[in-house]
Antibody, heavy 120, light 111 residues
């Protein structure tokens, strides 16, 4: 059974940093591109970042470019999102999701999400 | 604003058929990239409902169907049931943004 479990969310002040983790089991982690998708309270889904299976290629939405860094540790089946210079508009539930194959495809397995609140 | 457009809401009575449209542009849906659909029930994570324009993952009822033509795609739900009440999102890839894009979402109300 595939399991995707995010952690690391919480309350952080504007300008602060937070690192999210996503632990995956049930499939060959290194074979699949992974992503982070967020959803602000009461709003729609927004793709944040993606990474290839090897970790050699990374992609970011313009809204987070230069502030967020996606990475993965295939030996630990874990995906990360380092979030720096956080802003109030980054407040959202952050979902970890696997791509069906490459970064141009669908997101087929999702975690339950971890909530990030940026507020003073 | 989303680069991919969906109607904010649709509604239908139980047993009826509803469709949700998804319109993109020449850098995403019009560039030949597939459209995928997600269902998000209240308080839960999104779930893949349709991939590659018209393919249902295992477990998704055949009441759900998808299609795509040019820059537009649509999700049809026939035999509407109360449990279908949810938010629905379309998604594609955008070559100009080098990333995935979601539609703004459509809230389906079962009357």
């Amino acid at each position: 059974e595939v399991q995707v479990v995010e952690s690391g969310g919480g309350l952080v002040q504007p300008g602060g940093s937070l690192r999210l983790s996503c632990e995956v089991s049930g499939f060959t982690f290194s074979s699949y591109a992974m992503s982070w998708v967020r959803q602000a309270p009461g709003k729609g889904l927004e793709w944040v970042s993606g990474i290839s299976g090897s970790g050699g290629s990374t992609y970011y939405a313009d809204s987070v470019k230069g502030r967020f860094t996606i990475s993965r540790d295939n030996s630990k089946n874990t995906l990360y999102l380092q979030m720096n210079s956080l802003r109030a508009e980054d407040t959202a539930a952050y979902y970890c999701a696997s791509y069906m194959t490459t970064v141009t495809t669908s997101f087929d397995c999702w975690g339950q999400g971890t909530l990030v609140t940026v507020s003073s | 604003q989303s680069v991919v457009t969906q109607p904010p809401s649709v509604s239908g009575a139980p047993g009826q058929r509803v469709t949700i449209s998804c319109t993109g542009s020449s850098s995403n849906t019009g560039a030949g990239y597939d459209v995928h659909w997600y269902q998000q029930l209240p308080g839960t994570a999104p779930k893949l409902l349709m991939y590659g324009n018209n393919n249902r993952p295992s477990g998704v009822p055949d009441r759900f169907s998808g299609s795509k033509s040019g820059t537009s795609a649509s999700l049809a739900i026939s035999g509407l049931q109360a449990e279908d009440e949810a938010d629905y999102y379309c998604q594609s890839y955008d070559s100009s943004l080098s990333g995935s894009v979601f539609g703004g979402g459509t809230k389906l109300t079962v009357l």
